[in-house]
């Protein structure tokens, strides 16, 4: 359905699972993008992050803001399905299925602690290839040519990237070609890998229900955050104005 400045796949979280098997089955490649107030926000300035939202594969929604948004222009989102909590469902679902995983991203050493801890987790997870390339790497030419080459020589069914928005959506875009023609779904996750290895804590399961998962984060880093969460965060607020009656709920 149209949302805002973007579609959406209104779907439950057992509905995506499913669908990310068909997905995956089917060997067609492609990938998934989990949008949240910070990438609604860059869709509106960033003509290549949108190129790359509306050649993606599957658009779920991250973040309860956006959830809240929803419900007042009455075209309500079913769940939050954040890429955080996506990745260790995709892990479940991979060694129940047999699918074979790629970690891509994060700094050095976390996307293989991620894979060690979600090894333990979910026996039977096949991680087959992983590598936390250096700052900058998408600029390189060779470096990304190496970086593909061993992913097509381990084959993985499921690709996980931990590169940041919107590095991370942009670099799956445009390898669209290579997902495809190599049969691999992939997804941009974000701070996943962090989460995952145990480097960075995630809020309390009651401040992730109630939509303060940001809260938390910005308290443990303002620094960072704090633009985006205070300055770039409150441009969505002129962006729901302005969409406000542009057929939110639509299909498209």
Not at 7 to 35: C, H, M, W
């Amino acid at each position: 359905m149209k949302f805002l400045n973007t579609r959406i796949d209104n779907l439950t979280f057992e509905e995506a699972l499913q669908r990310i098997e068909e997905l995956t089955d089917s060997k067609e490649g492609g990938y998934v993008v989990t949008p949240n107030v910070d990438h609604i926000v860059q869709l509106e300035r960033n003509p290549a992050f949108r190129r790359a939202y509306e050649e993606s594969s599957l658009v779920l929604t991250d973040g309860k803001p956006l959830i809240w948004f929803s419900h007042l222009l009455h075209c309500p989102i079913k769940e939050k399905i954040s890429g955080s909590d996506l990745f260790p469902r995709l892990c479940a679902l991979a060694a129940r299925r047999g699918y074979t995983m790629y970690f891509l991203g994060a700094g050095e050493g976390i996307a293989a602690k991620a894979a060690e801890n979600l090894q333990k987790r979910y026996p039977g997870l096949k991680v087959v290839g992983i590598d936390s390339p250096e700052y900058g790497f998408e600029k390189d030419p060779v470096r990304t040519r190496q970086i593909w080459e061993q992913i097509q020589e381990c084959r993985p069914d499921l690709l996980a990237v931990g590169l940041g928005t919107p590095k991370q959506e942009l670099f799956l875009w445009q390898n669209r070609k290579r997902l495809a023609d190599n049969g691999i779904l992939a997804f941009g996750l974000g701070a996943s890998f962090d989460f995952e290895a145990g480097a960075v804590r995630r809020a309390p399961k009651w401040m992730q229900r109630c939509g303060l998962e940001w809260f938390y984060r910005l308290c443990r880093e303002p620094r960072r955050l704090f633009k985006r969460y205070f300055g770039d965060g409150m441009r969505i607020l002129p962006i729901v104005w302005k969409y406000r009656k542009s057929g939110n709920g639509e299909d498209g």
